[in-house]
């Protein structure tokens, strides 16, 4: 198995090509040898009895055809143990906070085999991030996948940070991990996360893995998958609530669509491969929670949307997998709004299975839903008022006008410290929909309304 | 004899082999492991495999058996509340042979093998049988009872007939030529099973969802599709399908979408009752769970399972409904495939094929006669997801081509959260007219006239709310500010339907009619009023007016509205005028 082949004919953007080996299987792991002593690693793309092709992490800077490769007979690993925790390693799994190599408890392929849907347990538990327009209208449960939508120059680090600061499943104190995953980043920002785990003592408990702005783009191609395994690890071998969070999905795809030009593929949409569904699928479906488990994997990853454009191939395949999204808006923030987070084309399909009596409160949904209503209404309403100006409009529609705003202002704005309960945040809500007239509230029961409306509770006083 | 050739090239889920000589759609084995896989391009002595499993780790040189046989599907009781990969390998079994993760390399056979039917014949010695005919029943779940039948191809003369518990390998019947048959039957997947005769759809599919229904009925073996971009409302809708159709059997398939979604079925259907039987709905449901994390090429298989196995009940006399969330999933796999094979991509990177195959899958759909001379049928449903939304993308615009209902999400209404964000302007469905018979005989025979009036009404909004846009709302006649509010009672109080409340979940025709025929008449009673000089401001604000919009959370619906609808009454005699 250590045989070194002097055998490179071709060397092609990221990729060698090899001739004259053995038999050399399909994804495994590659160590080329390079002529200054240096060593680079790599992944076997392509093998067959006449050619095998890898893809070099690192970058084919410096490598010709006198550089040794050397198959290693393995796919690529993770060396897990609980000792991950309170490390920061490369993109590629190697430490960068100079101590010492991870002794592995377990070595684990960084593929990830699917978990069997059988096996699955709807995620369920209701997870308080302290943010209202997460926890009041998009709601975040543990073990599932919902990622930041934002832009680039957006507070999406922040929310992130806070949500990673505050997010706690009330009532309970599990044992809880972060996995931290930078790909492409600049050294600025991920100093930035550094800084505020370090403030806040997160590190103890968070695995770092980096791979920044000016690291080799194909290295972001494992740094999410041993980022996790490693959380896979943590959750299903030694029972812990993993929050993981990935940044930038973006460079991360780039780095895909990178991969396929050097391959020469047929492209799909703008550019990117046609399998980038499907590959984005083998990340975003790591999470979850397993029947008979105690850990489980909650994945909070960021995305920039190029041009903030939702439709763009990136945020548009990612929200066909994940299970909803939260996105930042430019227009909020430029009203000096934090955390400025629109509602609107923000979604948690699990809502539904994480609020509710027993869970947050009876009255969530309808409560969600009302303001919802009101908000898209309100915002469509603006549009009309800079037309046709605020007399012509009926006393119903100026209502709601109203409430647009104080939705903005009471409900979306609070501190970057400020770490709402649900039943703050439910409290502010009732408050706002009191400001508009009772038979407009038309999407909450009765009796929700006769015990949770500020006028009603007022009354019963 | 077993045909061995070795592996030439592996390149991720496809893999060269030579040395086996296959036929095309054969089912091969590869490498140590074994891992399935299906010959999908034959070149000179290389054969071109789509493997069903991961890949990592084969090597060339590995070894390549081929079983001769096509991918086919094992039929025979047992397949109700089953839930399987793509290439029907159970993943209970799966769970059980390997844990929480789906490793590889593992066989599992599509059809319980231990377990015992009680078989009951319905023929006897003598009997001239054939292709389809009905041998004896099972008892399968509750419901279903299951007719064992004598597979397409063979005919002949019973020898022999058994009665009792056999499991699905026993021969149950002798023929007198000898040919052995068991209560299994597998069918190769990629291709139709036999029929009588192909009739014409009938009988709309009753779905308990009100737009669905009321304005854009399906037939039962009818074709819909239902495009639109992420979280629009297409998985819910098919799950609202699956649980509340009034079909016989359900067929389920998760093609490339999420792993918590086939969860929550797998948590809820077993849960919940079936409004036509009263019995848990897993008793009726086939699950296909290939997630998009799970291998692409079982996922293009998936759809072929699932569809093989609708048509088997069919034959049966069963209706049938299939889901298959999402098509474009599938297309996805088509294409991934394709270009490993570097064949010549079509529009956006689709193989040409791309077209042909979408049509020959909802080409099965149907009513028919099957060849034991009963009468069953499939609807087939697809979920399409066009990237960015847009539906002038291939998979979208073949499909449409091709089924006759479309069902349009509309991004902009699930962000109001109006649910379903099925937009009233742009679906259709093309069975209207075969249906009003239907409709006349069981709703109401001024239904046709209800809603055709709610849709026209409906459109003259969208052409009032251009005018508001430039004017505002105020500056328009007082009755088409009236004409707006009943649509906004249309489009609120009917087709907003909320599919997570216990009640409004599921809606009964009878209940549909009625609260139609409140607003209708709420808006003739409004008008009436306007007429006669009441202020419009009044008549809008009718409390009763608020109460209708709650009809639709209420249970015992006919006395809400019958109250409602006695105080609506009172209330516009108060507003005066006549
Ligand atoms: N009829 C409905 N009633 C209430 N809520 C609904 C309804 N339909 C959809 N929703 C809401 O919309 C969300 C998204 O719906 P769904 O998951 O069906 O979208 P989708 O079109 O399948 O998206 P994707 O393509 O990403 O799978 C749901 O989680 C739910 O909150
Ligand atoms: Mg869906």
Redesign the interface.
């Known amino acids: 198995m250590t045989k070194e082949y002097k055998t490179i004919v071709d060397v092609a953007g990221p990729l060698i090509f090899i001739e004259k080996t053995e ?6 792991l590659v160590h080329i040898n390079m002529p200054d002593g240096t060593s680079k690693r790599g992944q076997v ?5 006449d050619m095998v092709v890898v893809q070099v992490f690192e970058g084919t800077g410096g490598l010709n055809s006198e550089a040794g490769v050397v198959f290693s007979g ?2 690529i690993k993770l060396s897990a143990s609980k000792d991950m925790l309170g490390r920061i390693l490369s993109g590629a799994g190697e430490p960068l906070d100079g101590g010492p190599q991870i002794v592995p408890d377990k070595r684990v ?1 960084v ?13 369920e538990d209701f997870i308080q991030t302290g943010i209202s327009t997460i926890d009041g209208t998009n709601t975040l449960v543990r ?2 996948k919902l990622p930041i939508f934002s832009g680039a120059g957006l507070p999406h680090n922040e929310i992130a940070l806070q949500i990673a600061r505050q997010a706690k499943v009330p009532g309970s104190d599990e044992e809880f991990a972060v996995v931290f995953a930078a790909m492409g980043i600049t050294n600025e920002e991920a100093q930035s996360f550094m800084a505020d785990f370090e403030k806040t003592g997160a590190l103890e408990r968070a695995v770092v893995f980096l791979n920044l702005a000016d690291d080799p783009a194909v290295e972001r191609i494992i740094t999410p998958r041993m980022a996790l395994t490693a959380a896979e690890y943590l959750a ?1 071998e030694h029972d812990m609530h993993v929050l993981v969070i990935l940044t930038d999905i973006t460079n991360y795809c780039e780095a895909l669509r990178q991969m396929g030009a050097a391959r020469e ?5 703008r550019g990117y491969p ?2 980038m ?2 590959d984005l ?2 990340l975003y ?2 999470a ?1 929670v ?2 008979g ?1 105690k850990g489980s994997v909650t994945q909070f990853s960021i995305l920039t949307m190029p041009g903030d454009d939702i ?3 990136i945020p ?2 990612s ?3 994940t ?3 939260i996105v930042v808006s430019r227009e909020l923030h430029r009203k000096g709004i934090y955390p400025p987070i629109n509602v ?2 923000s ?1 948690s ?2 809502m ?2 994480g609020i509710g009596e027993g869970k947050t409160r009876e009255d969530h ?1 309808a409560v969600s ?1 009302q303001m ?2 009101g908000y ?2 309100g915002r469509d309403l603006r549009g ?1 008022v800079a ?3 605020k007399e ?4 119903r ?1 100026r209502h709601i006008l109203e409430f647009a705003d104080l939705f903005e202002d009471r409900f979306v704005r609070q501190g970057k410290d400020e770490n709402r309960t649900i039943e703050d945040t439910l409290r502010i809500s009732w408050e706002i929909l009191s400001d508009l007239p009772e ?1 407009q509230l ?1 999407r909450i ?2 009796k929700y309304i006769d015990k949770y409306h500020p006028a009603h509770q007022q009354k019963a006083e | 004899m077993e045909v061995k050739g070795e592996i030439y090239r592996v390149a991720g889920p496809v893999v060269t082999v030579a040395g086996i000589k296959p036929k095309m759609y054969d089912v091969v084995h590869v490498g140590h492991e074994g891992l399935m896989g299906e010959v999908i391009k034959i070149e000179g002595d290389k054969a071109t495999v789509q493997v069903y499993e991961d890949t990592s780790g084969i090597k060339p040189g590995e070894p390549v058996v081929k079983t001769g046989m096509p991918l086919s599907v094992e039929l025979g009781p047992g397949l109700q509340e089953s839930i399987d990969d793509g290439i029907q390998r159970p993943l209970q079994t799966l769970q059980e042979k390997m844990g929480n993760f789906i490793e590889r390399g593992v066989s599992a056979d599509g059809l319980n093998r231990e377990k015992k039917w009680d078989f009951k014949p319905t023929v006897i010695k003598g009997d001239v049988v054939e292709g389809g005919s009905v041998l004896g029943l099972v008892q399968e779940t509750y419901n279903i009872e299951h007719k064992i039948m004598v597979p397409p191809n063979v005919s002949g003369t019973v020898d022999e007939i058994k009665s009792g518990e056999f499991n699905v390998e026993e021969i149950i019947c002798t023929l007198s030529d000898g040919t052995q048959i068991s209560m299994m039957q597998k069918w190769p997947v990629r291709g139709p099973r036999p029929v009588a005769k192909k009739l014409m759809p009938t009988a709309p599919l009753v779905t308990g969802q009100r737009i669905l229904d009321g304005m854009f009925p399906v037939a039962k073996g009818g074709t819909a599709a239902i495009p639109g971009p992420f979280g629009s409302g297409k998985t819910v809708t098919q799950q609202q399908l699956a649980k509340w159709s009034d079909t016989d059997i359900v067929v389920y398939i998760g093609c490339g979408e999420r792993g918590n979604e086939m969860a929550d079925v797998l948590n809820e259907f077993p849960e919940l009752e079936d409004p036509k039987s009263g019995r848990p709905l897993m008793e009726r449901t086939v699950l296909i769970a290939n997630t998009s994390n799970m291998p692409v090429a079982a996922r293009e298989a998936s759809v072929y399972t699932g569809i093989t196995i609708a048509e088997y009940y069919r034959d049966m006399g069963y209706d049938v409904s299939l889901m298959a969330d999402s098509t474009s999933r599938w297309a996805e796999a088509m294409r991934e495939i394709s270009s490993r094979l570097e064949e010549m991509p079509g529009e956006e990177g689709y193989p040409a094929y791309l077209s042909a195959r979408l049509s020959e899958f909802y080409e099965r759909a149907g009513v028919v006669t099957s060849l034991c001379g009963e009468n069953g049928s499939i609807t087939v449903i697809g979920a399409v997801s066009p990237p960015g939304g847009d539906f002038s993308e291939p998979v979208t615009q073949n499909t449409l081509r091709i089924v006759k209902v479309f069902w349009a999400l509309d991004a902009k209404l699930a962000q109001k959260r109006h649910f379903p964000s099925i937009n009233w302007l742009s679906s259709y469905s093309l069975y209207n007219q075969a249906l009003s018979g239907w409709f006349a005989e069981n709703v109401g025979s001024d239904w046709d006239e209800l809603r055709g009036a709610a849709m026209d009404k409906l459109q003259q909004e969208s052409e009032l709310q251009e005018i508001v846009q430039l004017v505002g709302s105020d500056a328009l006649p007082e009755d088409q500010q009236l004409t707006l509010e009943i649509c906004r009672m249309i489009r609120e109080y009917f087709l907003q339907q909320n599919a997570f409340h216990p009640v409004d979940t599921y809606c009964p025709f009878e209940k549909q009619y009625k609260m139609l025929k409140a607003i209708t008449k709420y808006g003739d009673m409004a008008n009436e009023a306007l007429e006669s000089g009441a202020a419009i401001e009044k008549i809008v604000t009718l409390e009763s007016k608020d109460e209708l919009a709650k009809v639709k959370f209420e249970e015992d619906f006919d006395t809400a509205l019958e109250s409602v609808m006695t105080k609506m009454s009172d209330e516009f005699a108060q507003l005066g005028g006549k």
């Open positions: 038999p050399v299987g399909y994804g495994e793309l392509d093998t067959s009895a393995e796919t392929d593929n990830g085999a699917a978990m069997n849907p059988y096996s699955r347990m709807p995620p073990g599932q299903y593929e047929v492209p799909g949409r046609g399998y569904y499907t699928a083998s479906e790591r979850g397993i029947k488990l439709t763009h191939p548009d395949l929200g066909y997998i299970e909803g999204q609107l084309p979604l399909r699990l539904n299975s949904k839903d919802y209503a898209a209404e009309l037309i046709v100006g012509s409009l009926s006393g529609d038979s038309t029961d009765n």
